[in-house]
């Protein structure tokens, strides 16, 4: 049941660190060279937050995805130890790249998720005088 939990948590992290880091970053940035188009800072943040989270957490997902999938071979032992062994033999057998393996479907996946969910709390923040 759990079996998964702890790269779960991991990917979750990297995903979270990611998207909040690189939004208000971005939103900075994008703010002083767009004065008053809050909007458009907004969306162009959140895009940006959706590509390096993605990046940042499709390697764990990979990771977590193989843990989570993993069965028992001819001799009884599971494939991989735990995230790191997971991500250890991705790269001895299919390089470093293969971490990232599935990277633009990804990125389609989790930008829209964030552009949303980000630019909402801005949104919110705003009508509650919180920016």
Partial sequence: MWKGGGATVVRAMALNLGMFTTYEEA????????????????????FMAGVVASTMSLPFDNAKTKLQKMKEGPDGKMPYKNLIDAMGKTVRYEGVAGLWVGLPTFI???T??????????DIIRRKLGMI
């Fill in 112 to 121: 829209p998720h964030s552009m949303i969910s980000l630019t909402a709390a």
């Fill in 108 to 110: 389609v996946r989790i």
């Fill in 27 to 46: 939103k900075e940035r994008l703010g002083k060279m767009f004065p008053g188009h809050s909007n458009l800072v907004w969306v162009g943040s959140s």
